[in-house]
Nanobody, 119 residues
Framework: QVQLVESGGDLVQPGGSLRLSCVASGSFFSTYVMGWYRQAPGKQRELVASIAKGVNTNYADSVKGRFTISRDNTKNTMYLQMNSLKPADTAVYYC?????????????WGQGTQVTVSS
């Protein structure tokens, strides 16, 4: 069974930084497109960033220039480096994977990790 486990969420002050991690079980990790979604209280999940098999990345306009998505295929791990955090970034962040970008968000999910940005 494929499992995704997120970690790294915490309470931080505005302007602070945080790095999230997602560890995936199973085989052929490098063949999947990976992504980070987030869900704020009372809102639907939204795509934050995605990373393909190579160096192709995509970001939501709200996080461009502040967040960086990356992956280490030798560790079956995906990361989200978050800088200059704002209260609006407060949400549960979820890891997901798919065989293609078009399928991202419609596959399996991790349990999520809480990020809270507050003074």
């Amino acid at each position: 069974q494929v499992q995704l486990v997120e970690s790294g969420g915490d309470l931080v002050q505005p302007g602070g930084s945080l790095r999230l991690s997602c560890v995936a079980s199973g085989s052929f990790f490098s063949t999947y497109v990976m992504g980070w979604y987030r869900q704020a209280p009372g809102k639907q999940r939204e795509l934050v960033a995605s990373i393909a098999k190579g160096v192709n990345t995509n970001y939501a306009d709200s996080v461009k220039g502040r967040f960086t998505i990356s992956r280490d295929n030798t560790k079956n791990t995906m990361y989200l480096q978050m800088n200059s955090l704002k209260p609006a970034d407060t949400a549960v962040y979820y890891c997901t994977r798919a065989i293609s970008l078009a399928q991202l968000g419609r596959g399996i999910w991790g349990q999520g990790t809480q990020v809270t940005v507050s003074s």
